[in-house]
Protein backbone atom coordinates (compact mmCIF):
# COMPACT_ATOMS: atom_id res chain seq x y z
CA UNK A 1 0.00 0.00 0.00
CA UNK A 2 1.47 3.26 -0.68
CA UNK A 3 0.19 6.63 1.03
CA UNK A 4 0.10 10.21 -0.62
CA UNK A 5 2.43 12.73 1.45
CA UNK A 6 0.15 15.76 2.58
CA UNK A 7 0.98 19.17 0.36
CA UNK A 8 1.99 20.57 3.75
CA UNK A 9 4.98 18.32 3.19
CA UNK A 10 5.52 19.12 -0.23
CA UNK A 11 5.87 23.21 0.71
CA UNK A 12 6.82 24.40 -2.23
CA UNK A 13 9.92 26.26 -3.51
CA UNK A 14 10.35 29.29 -6.00
CA UNK A 15 7.55 31.29 -3.86
CA UNK A 16 9.88 31.92 -0.94
CA UNK A 17 11.22 35.12 -1.82
CA UNK A 18 9.04 36.49 0.36
CA UNK A 19 12.42 37.45 2.24
CA UNK A 20 12.55 40.78 0.30
CA UNK A 21 15.44 43.49 0.79
CA UNK A 22 14.33 44.29 4.11
CA UNK A 23 14.91 40.77 5.08
CA UNK A 24 18.35 40.12 3.96
CA UNK A 25 20.42 42.27 5.97
CA UNK A 26 18.70 40.36 9.18
CA UNK A 27 20.36 36.61 9.97
CA UNK A 28 18.66 33.62 10.41
CA UNK A 29 19.34 31.88 13.46
CA UNK A 30 17.89 28.49 13.69
CA UNK A 31 15.30 26.80 15.75
CA UNK A 32 17.63 26.20 18.92
CA UNK A 33 17.81 30.65 19.51
CA UNK A 34 14.02 30.21 20.29
CA UNK A 35 13.05 27.87 22.43
CA UNK A 36 15.65 24.75 22.44
CA UNK A 37 16.65 23.99 25.92
CA UNK A 38 16.58 27.55 26.78
CA UNK A 39 14.80 29.16 29.97
CA UNK A 40 12.92 31.90 27.83
CA UNK A 41 9.37 32.34 26.80
CA UNK A 42 8.81 30.45 23.66
CA UNK A 43 9.64 26.60 25.02
CA UNK A 44 5.74 25.81 24.78
CA UNK A 45 5.65 26.63 21.14
CA UNK A 46 8.70 24.75 21.31
CA UNK A 47 7.16 22.07 22.36
CA UNK A 48 4.05 22.35 19.96
CA UNK A 49 6.55 22.50 16.84
CA UNK A 50 8.45 19.14 17.49
CA UNK A 51 4.75 17.70 17.08
CA UNK A 52 4.24 19.89 13.65
CA UNK A 53 3.82 18.75 10.68
CA UNK A 54 6.29 21.39 9.23
CA UNK A 55 9.23 20.09 11.19
CA UNK A 56 9.09 17.13 9.23
CA UNK A 57 9.28 18.89 6.17
CA UNK A 58 13.20 18.15 5.91
CA UNK A 59 12.70 14.23 6.99
CA UNK A 60 9.66 13.32 4.75
CA UNK A 61 12.21 14.49 1.42
CA UNK A 62 14.84 11.62 3.07
CA UNK A 63 11.40 9.12 3.65
CA UNK A 64 10.73 9.52 -0.31
CA UNK A 65 14.50 10.25 -1.73
CA UNK A 66 14.67 8.61 -4.99
CA UNK A 67 11.08 10.19 -6.26
CA UNK A 68 12.07 13.86 -4.88
CA UNK A 69 15.57 13.26 -6.65
CA UNK A 70 13.69 12.75 -9.46
CA UNK A 71 10.93 15.46 -9.27
CA UNK A 72 14.37 17.63 -9.10
CA UNK A 73 16.23 16.08 -12.05
CA UNK A 74 13.18 17.10 -13.78
CA UNK A 75 12.60 20.36 -12.63
CA UNK A 76 16.20 21.22 -13.56
CA UNK A 77 17.54 21.05 -10.25
CA UNK A 78 21.21 19.56 -8.75
CA UNK A 79 19.42 16.05 -7.06
CA UNK A 80 23.15 15.27 -5.52
CA UNK A 81 22.77 18.67 -3.45
CA UNK A 82 18.96 18.40 -2.97
CA UNK A 83 20.02 19.21 0.82
CA UNK A 84 21.96 21.79 0.68
CA UNK A 85 20.79 25.29 1.91
CA UNK A 86 21.53 26.99 -1.04
CA UNK A 87 19.81 25.33 -2.88
CA UNK A 88 16.04 26.23 -4.30
CA UNK A 89 13.88 23.35 -2.27
CA UNK A 90 15.16 24.21 1.02
CA UNK A 91 13.58 27.93 0.22
CA UNK A 92 10.60 26.37 2.01
CA UNK A 93 11.31 23.05 2.80
CA UNK A 94 14.19 23.92 5.49
CA UNK A 95 15.49 26.30 8.26
CA UNK A 96 18.50 28.06 6.50
CA UNK A 97 21.12 29.11 9.39
CA UNK A 98 22.92 31.93 8.10
CA UNK A 99 26.71 31.36 7.28
CA UNK A 100 25.36 27.40 6.90
CA UNK A 101 24.23 27.79 3.20
CA UNK A 102 26.49 24.99 1.99
CA UNK A 103 25.73 22.34 4.62
CA UNK A 104 23.06 20.10 4.26
CA UNK A 105 20.13 20.71 6.22
CA UNK A 106 19.10 19.10 9.46
CA UNK A 107 15.96 21.31 10.61
CA UNK A 108 12.58 21.80 8.87
CA UNK A 109 10.04 24.80 8.45
CA UNK A 110 10.09 26.64 11.48
CA UNK A 111 9.88 30.10 13.74
CA UNK A 112 11.78 31.98 11.50
CA UNK A 113 10.35 30.31 8.60
CA UNK A 114 7.28 32.58 9.24
CA UNK A 115 8.58 35.38 11.57
CA UNK A 116 11.06 36.26 9.67
CA UNK A 117 15.19 36.12 10.61
CA UNK A 118 15.76 36.81 14.17
CA UNK A 119 19.09 38.23 14.67
CA UNK A 120 17.73 41.65 15.32
CA UNK A 121 14.72 41.18 16.92
CA UNK A 122 15.47 38.38 18.78
CA UNK A 123 16.05 39.99 22.16
CA UNK A 124 14.36 43.28 21.86
CA UNK A 125 11.19 41.99 20.66
CA UNK A 126 10.80 40.40 24.66
CA UNK A 127 10.73 43.82 25.75
CA UNK A 128 7.95 45.27 27.70
CA UNK A 129 4.39 44.05 29.73
CA UNK A 130 3.06 41.06 27.37
CA UNK A 131 -0.53 42.15 28.44
CA UNK A 132 -0.32 45.37 26.27
CA UNK A 133 -0.36 43.33 22.83
CA UNK A 134 0.54 44.78 20.13
CA UNK A 135 1.59 47.58 21.65
CA UNK A 136 4.11 46.39 23.81
CA UNK A 137 7.39 48.79 23.16
CA UNK A 138 9.37 44.95 22.23
CA UNK A 139 6.41 43.77 19.50
CA UNK A 140 7.02 47.20 17.93
CA UNK A 141 10.72 47.40 17.85
CA UNK A 142 10.87 43.22 16.75
CA UNK A 143 8.20 45.11 13.79
CA UNK A 144 11.38 47.50 12.80
CA UNK A 145 13.95 45.15 12.62
CA UNK A 146 12.56 42.27 10.72
CA UNK A 147 9.82 40.82 12.29
CA UNK A 148 6.95 39.83 10.33
CA UNK A 149 3.61 41.25 11.19
CA UNK A 150 1.97 38.18 11.34
CA UNK A 151 -1.21 39.41 13.22
CA UNK A 152 -1.98 41.31 9.89
CA UNK A 153 -4.16 39.04 8.19
CA UNK A 154 -2.87 40.05 4.92
CA UNK A 155 0.68 39.84 5.77
CA UNK A 156 0.46 36.27 7.16
CA UNK A 157 -1.86 34.58 4.59
CA UNK A 158 0.91 35.74 2.27
CA UNK A 159 3.83 34.14 4.57
CA UNK A 160 1.43 30.92 4.04
CA UNK A 161 1.36 31.21 0.07
CA UNK A 162 4.67 31.80 -0.26
CA UNK A 163 5.75 28.06 0.43
CA UNK A 164 1.92 26.52 -0.07
CA UNK A 165 1.01 28.00 -3.42
CA UNK A 166 3.00 26.84 -6.13
CA UNK A 167 2.83 28.65 -10.19
CA UNK A 168 6.45 27.56 -10.85
CA UNK A 169 5.94 25.89 -14.31
CA UNK A 170 9.09 23.62 -14.44
CA UNK A 171 8.20 22.33 -10.93
CA UNK A 172 4.84 21.83 -11.76
CA UNK A 173 5.85 20.13 -14.90
CA UNK A 174 7.98 17.87 -12.58
CA UNK A 175 5.06 16.64 -10.50
CA UNK A 176 5.41 18.79 -7.70
CA UNK A 177 1.96 19.78 -6.19
CA UNK A 178 0.42 23.18 -7.14
CA UNK A 179 -1.21 23.89 -3.45
CA UNK A 180 -4.21 25.36 -5.25
CA UNK A 181 -6.52 23.64 -2.75
CA UNK A 182 -4.44 24.16 0.02
CA UNK A 183 -7.27 24.70 3.18
CA UNK A 184 -5.82 27.49 4.43
CA UNK A 185 -8.79 27.98 7.30
CA UNK A 186 -7.85 24.08 8.34
CA UNK A 187 -4.00 25.13 8.46
CA UNK A 188 -4.16 28.14 10.41
CA UNK A 189 -6.24 26.10 12.90
CA UNK A 190 -3.71 23.82 13.64
CA UNK A 191 -0.89 26.50 13.56
CA UNK A 192 -2.97 28.39 15.97
CA UNK A 193 -2.52 26.10 18.74
CA UNK A 194 0.81 27.77 19.86
CA UNK A 195 -0.82 30.83 20.05
CA UNK A 196 -2.00 32.30 23.18
CA UNK A 197 -5.57 32.36 21.99
CA UNK A 198 -7.57 30.03 19.20
CA UNK A 199 -8.02 31.53 15.93
CA UNK A 200 -11.08 32.93 15.44
CA UNK A 201 -13.14 35.33 12.59
CA UNK A 202 -11.45 35.77 9.59
CA UNK A 203 -8.73 33.26 10.68
CA UNK A 204 -11.09 30.68 9.38
CA UNK A 205 -11.98 31.60 6.54
CA UNK A 206 -9.99 30.84 3.40
CA UNK A 207 -10.78 34.46 2.23
CA UNK A 208 -6.91 35.41 2.93
CA UNK A 209 -5.50 32.92 1.25
CA UNK A 210 -7.42 32.58 -1.67
CA UNK A 211 -6.71 36.89 -2.10
CA UNK A 212 -2.61 36.30 -2.09
CA UNK A 213 -3.06 33.48 -4.24
CA UNK A 214 -4.35 35.99 -6.58
CA UNK A 215 -1.66 38.07 -5.42
CA UNK A 216 0.89 35.76 -6.57
CA UNK A 217 -0.43 34.89 -10.10
CA UNK A 218 -2.48 32.33 -11.91
CA UNK A 219 -0.74 28.88 -11.90
CA UNK A 220 0.16 27.97 -15.31
CA UNK A 221 -1.95 25.52 -17.58
CA UNK A 222 0.29 21.97 -17.30
CA UNK A 223 -0.86 18.89 -18.04
CA UNK A 224 1.49 16.11 -16.55
CA UNK A 225 1.32 12.43 -17.77
CA UNK A 226 0.96 10.20 -14.72
CA UNK A 227 3.56 8.20 -16.49
CA UNK A 228 6.01 11.06 -16.48
CA UNK A 229 5.58 12.67 -13.31
CA UNK A 230 7.20 10.64 -10.13
CA UNK A 231 5.13 9.19 -7.20
CA UNK A 232 5.61 10.52 -4.40
CA UNK A 233 5.08 8.06 -1.94
CA UNK A 234 5.74 6.04 1.47
CA UNK A 235 6.69 2.64 0.39
CA UNK A 236 5.37 0.32 3.18
CA UNK A 237 7.90 -2.25 4.81
CA UNK A 238 6.93 -4.69 6.94
CA UNK A 239 7.92 -4.45 10.65
CA UNK A 240 11.03 -6.26 12.19
CA UNK A 241 10.92 -8.19 15.37
CA UNK A 242 10.40 -6.58 18.00
CA UNK A 243 13.36 -5.84 20.13
CA UNK A 244 14.01 -7.14 23.84
CA UNK A 245 12.64 -4.96 26.03
CA UNK A 246 15.96 -3.32 27.29
CA UNK A 247 19.01 -2.99 24.74
CA UNK A 248 23.12 -2.25 25.73
CA UNK A 249 25.34 -0.46 22.95
CA UNK A 250 29.15 0.14 24.08
CA UNK A 251 29.15 -0.52 27.87
CA UNK A 252 31.35 3.21 27.94
CA UNK A 253 28.17 4.90 26.51
CA UNK A 254 24.85 2.20 27.74
CA UNK A 255 21.70 2.84 25.94
CA UNK A 256 18.91 1.39 28.53
CA UNK A 257 15.11 1.52 27.01
CA UNK A 258 12.02 1.13 29.13
CA UNK A 259 10.09 -1.38 26.77
CA UNK A 260 9.99 -2.05 23.18
CA UNK A 261 11.37 0.38 20.93
CA UNK A 262 9.42 0.28 17.57
CA UNK A 263 10.82 2.89 15.11
CA UNK A 264 9.55 3.39 11.35
CA UNK A 265 11.24 1.90 8.59
CA UNK A 266 14.16 3.02 7.56
CA UNK A 267 14.62 5.80 4.68
CA UNK A 268 14.65 4.52 1.38
CA UNK A 269 18.17 5.85 -0.04
CA UNK A 270 19.12 5.66 -3.99
CA UNK A 271 22.55 4.37 -5.15
CA UNK A 272 23.66 7.91 -6.58
CA UNK A 273 22.70 9.87 -3.12
CA UNK A 274 25.82 11.55 -2.06
CA UNK A 275 27.86 10.73 1.03
CA UNK A 276 26.82 13.61 2.93
CA UNK A 277 22.88 12.66 2.32
CA UNK A 278 24.03 9.13 3.19
CA UNK A 279 25.00 10.61 6.32
CA UNK A 280 22.62 13.04 7.06
CA UNK A 281 19.77 10.05 7.03
CA UNK A 282 22.13 8.05 9.66
CA UNK A 283 22.54 11.24 11.96
CA UNK A 284 18.68 11.34 11.80
CA UNK A 285 17.82 8.07 12.57
CA UNK A 286 20.60 8.28 15.37
CA UNK A 287 18.35 11.17 17.13
CA UNK A 288 15.38 9.77 16.48
CA UNK A 289 16.57 6.49 18.06
CA UNK A 290 17.93 8.71 21.07
CA UNK A 291 14.81 10.02 21.82
CA UNK A 292 12.56 6.88 21.46
CA UNK A 293 14.96 5.76 24.55
CA UNK A 294 14.67 8.84 26.31
CA UNK A 295 18.32 10.12 26.66
Sequence with gaps: MTLKLPIVFLSIIAAS?????????HQTLGPGSCGSGQADCHLKDHEWWKNDAHKLSVQSMYDALPQYEK???QAGLDAR???KGDQLCM???????SGQEKREVDNGVSCESCHGPGSSYKDPHSEGDPKAGDQRTGYIKGLQLGMRELANLDIRAATCVSCHYVNDEKLLRAGHPSGNTFNYAKGIRQVAQHWDKPAAGADTE?????KA?????PIPDVVVKISEAPQVVYQQVPRPPSPPPSISVDPFFPLTAKGTIILEPFPIV???ASFQTILSVVKQRLELLYSKIGR
Aim: with cysteine.
Design 213 to 217: MQKRG
Design 71 to 73: MAE
Design 206 to 210: NGPFQ
Design 91 to 97: KCHATVV
Design 270 to 272: SDT
Design 81 to 83: NLF
Design 17 to 25: YLASSANAQ
